[in-house]
């Protein structure tokens, strides 16, 4: 009989796969930020390892330019008649021309910024656990959608994470906007991350109420 080589296949193959099992993981409600709204921070990306449909990021009017974060997450705030969505972005940068590009993407505009929610995305379960559909948990819709649902984003924060030799030149030179957040890459792909003391007092920082007394 003919000897049959077996192929073993790595289990992951590219940082950007890695990021996103590692943020799978991370829960709904990240520790530390401010939880408003009905059920509080929502993760829109990335999606569960059964589905492809996510939230994104656009300019009003724009049907073709997309940001689509690695990770996102979004806080419905506001009423059915003035709707409105907080987010906060994980980008992974594995170039110094990578993190370029993503920080104008999130760099402060006169520009509205849109967050758009799919239908199959809102029609889905809050959670494994949880069988309440998302449109529910958002707060601003009272009944199922049958379209998107774009919303206003009324605030940006974004944690970016950074291969350690280009971390530790961008921490020596420059600063970060005040919506921004650094890590090292490794600290971000670890294991149970959101877990990590550190990344619980930056996510902390990160919320719009660290701001007042």
């Excluded at 920080?103 to 889905?124: D, E, G, Q, Y």
Aim: net charge positive; aromatic share 8%; hydrophobic share 40%.
């Amino acid at each position: 009989m003919p000897v049959t080589q077996e192929v073993v296949m790595p289990e992951v193959r590219s940082l950007d796969a890695l990021v996103r099992i590692r943020l799978r993981q991370w829960p709904q409600c990240l520790p530390g930020l401010a939880v408003d709204g009905p059920r509080g921070w929502l993760r829109g990306r990335p999606a569960e390892a059964s589905s492809s449909c996510h939230p994104f990021l656009k300019l009003p009017g724009s049907d073709r330019l997309r940001t689509l974060p690695d990770g996102l997450w979004l806080n419905f705030g506001g009423t059915v008649v003035e709707p409105f969505v907080d987010i906060l972005a994980v980008e992974a940068c594995s170039s110094l021309a990578n993190l370029l590009d993503k920080r104008s993407r999130f760099a402060p505009s006169t520009h509205s910024l849109l967050a758009v929610c799919p239908v199959p995305w809102l029609l889905a379960p809050f959670s494994p656990i949880d069988p309440t559909p998302r449109w529910q948990a958002t707060g601003v819709l009272r009944h199922e959608p049958e379209q998107p649902l774009a919303l206003p984003v009324r605030d940006i924060r974004v944690m970016y994470a950074l291969k350690r030799c280009h971390y530790r030149g961008f921490t020596e030179s420059q600063i970060p906007h005040p919506h921004e957040y650094f890590v090292p890459m490794d600290a971000l792909t670890a294991e149970a991350a959101w877990k990590d003391p550190r990344i619980q007092a930056l996510l902390a920082r990160a919320s719009a109420r660290a701001n007042f007394l």
